[in-house]
């Protein structure tokens, strides 16, 4: 069975620019949760689509929002980028919306210039 | 505020020594507390745990939870170069009708030969 693919794996932009990020999950999995990871704050945790259905959101701004489609891929996307906002963007998915059978994804790797 | 602490940041040990590696808790209703470990790509799931006092065991690591005191550790037991990573634990708490997810800072090991 193929992994939690992400695309791209690393990217390079702007501030003030918008970046969409993607994921596929393993085939069969329902639930994609998405997480920034930064040297200073760490895992943290954006948001989770089950079902093309946004269940919860992370504490971040409005800038930041996602979407889940029919085939259970999903997108991210931050728009009006800041520096801040370099990051590496993990996307992990689950059969369930259970967080102990996550799999995580490489991640994309973004800096704001 | 809900949050995840652990400790020490980081450890550096031999080969064949035992570590133990710290995570305490301060959330609302509690669901689970999980490890993972993370090289230089993303994380790997360790442990679930939903249980005082149940330990979890895979080969030389092993981890239990204490719901009183809120906290769990991981051991390490005959650790090998290959233990080297970052150790980071989550925990899920319900939140909104939803799971929610906070992970900790981490805890850097590293095992010298």
Same mark, same amino acid.
């Given at each position: 069975?193929?992994?939690?693919?992400?695309?791209?794996?690393?990217?390079?932009?702007?501030?003030?620019?918008?970046?969409?990020?993607?994921?596929?999950?393993?085939?069969?999995?329902?639930?994609?949760?998405?997480?920034?990871?930064?040297?200073?704050?760490?895992?943290?945790?954006?948001?989770?689509?089950?079902?093309?259905?946004?269940?919860?959101?992370?504490?971040?701004?409005?800038?930041?929002?996602?979407?889940?489609? @029919?085939?259970? *891929? $999903?997108?991210? =996307?931050?728009?009006?980028?800041?520096? &801040?906002?370099?990051?590496?963007? +993990?996307?992990? @998915?689950?059969? *369930? $919306?259970?967080? =102990?059978?996550?799999?995580?994804?490489? &991640?994309?790797?973004?800096?704001? +210039? | 505020?809900?949050?995840?602490?652990?400790?020490?940041?980081?450890?550096?040990?031999?080969?064949?020594?035992?570590?133990?590696?710290?995570?305490?808790?301060?959330?609302?209703?509690?669901?689970?507390?999980?490890?993972?470990?993370?090289?230089?790509?993303?994380?790997?799931?360790?442990?679930?745990?939903?249980?005082?006092?149940?330990?979890?065991?895979?080969?030389?690591?092993?981890?239990?939870?204490?719901?009183?005191?809120?906290?769990?550790?991981?051991?390490?037991?005959?650790?090998?170069?290959?233990?080297?990573?970052?150790?980071?634990?989550?925990?899920?708490?319900?939140?909104?009708?939803?799971?929610?997810?906070?992970?900790?800072?981490?805890?850097?090991?590293?095992?010298?030969?």
């Amino acid at each position: 069975k193929a992994g939690v693919t992400q695309t791209p794996r690393y990217l390079i932009k702007t501030r003030g620019q918008q970046v969409t990020l993607s994921c596929s999950p393993i085939s069969g999995h329902r639930s994609v949760s998405w997480y920034q990871q930064t040297p200073g704050q760490g895992l943290q945790f954006l948001f989770e689509y089950f079902s093309e259905t946004q269940r919860n959101k992370g504490n971040f701004p409005g800038r930041f929002s996602g979407r889940q489609f @029919s085939n259970s *891929r $999903s997108e991210m =996307n931050v728009s009006t980028l800041e520096l &801040g906002d370099s990051a590496l963007y +993990l996307c992990a @998915s689950s059969p *369930r $919306s259970s967080y =102990n059978e996550q799999f995580f994804g490489p &991640g994309t790797r973004l800096t704001v +210039l | 505020e809900d949050k995840v602490v652990q400790s020490p940041l980081s450890l550096v040990v031999h080969e064949g020594d035992t570590v133990t590696l710290n995570c305490s808790y301060e959330v609302t209703n509690f669901r689970s507390l999980l490890w993972y470990k993370q090289e230089k790509k993303a994380p790997t799931f360790l442990f679930m745990l939903t249980s005082s006092g149940i330990e979890k065991k895979s080969g030389r690591l092993s981890s239990i939870l204490d719901k009183k005191e809120l906290f769990s550790i991981l051991n390490i037991t005959a650790t090998q170069t290959g233990d080297s990573a970052v150790y980071l634990c989550a925990v899920t708490y319900l939140y909104n009708a939803g799971n929610m997810l906070t992970f900790g800072g981490g805890t850097r090991l590293m095992v010298k030969p």
